[in-house]
């Protein structure tokens, strides 16, 4: 009988430490599955982070670009003005004639400096652009193709390859 209980123990003991050995495996198994889950979850929060932070310096980017764009369309009715005065017809007048070499250098000035800050002039020389010109009416002329920019009333700009201000154009028929 005592080899009897003794048989008996030590089948328990070799079931529970099956049982055992089991339950550790369970438990491993679902260790193993929580690591690879947070795993996961690190890898996509870093890709996350590294997404928004990529975006903030696009972004930081582009508006460092286009910072002095007010300041700059606010500068344009300037150059307009100084543009009219240099076209005035000043005739045999010595002094008018050295006013406008003045303004007409101060405009230089200000060309050399707009390109400095990537403000360039809207080329009219052409067809019409919607884009770029803003048409505000059409001529019957035989001088210019139909299409084409007839005349300009207002120069446009660009700031940085993005549209300042349109050129306001009238069109050829």
């Known amino acids: 009988m005592s080899q ?4 008996n123990l030590d089948d328990n003991l070799a079931l529970n430490e099956q049982d055992c050995q089991d339950c550790k495996q369970d438990e491993q198994s679902e260790l193993d ?3 690879a889950k947070v795993k996961e979850d690190l890898i996509r929060a870093t890709a996350d982070f590294e997404n928004i932070k990529k975006r903030l310096e696009r972004e930081k980017a582009e508006a460092l670009k286009f910072a002095n764009e007010s300041f700059a369309r606010d500068l344009l009715p300037v150059i307009d003005a100084l543009e009219i005065a240099a076209n005035l017809q000043s005739g045999d007048d010595e002094i008018a004639n050295k006013i406008k070499d003045g303004i007409n ?3 230089e000035q200000f060309k050399k400096c707009f390109e400095k800050y990537g403000i360039k002039e809207i080329d009219t020389n052409g067809e019409f652009n919607p884009e770029f010109h803003n048409a505000i009416n059409y001529i019957e ?8 920019i007839a005349t300009v009333y207002q120069k446009g700009y660009l700031y940085n ?11 050829a028929r």
């Open 141 to 148: 002329t035989e001088e210019v193709e139909s299409g084409k």
């Open 105 to 107: 250098l101060t405009i």
């Open 4 to 7: 009897d209980i003794d048989e």
């Open 161 to 171: 390859d993005r549209v300042l201000r349109p050129s306001m154009v009238v069109i």
């Open 33 to 35: 599955s929580e690591l």
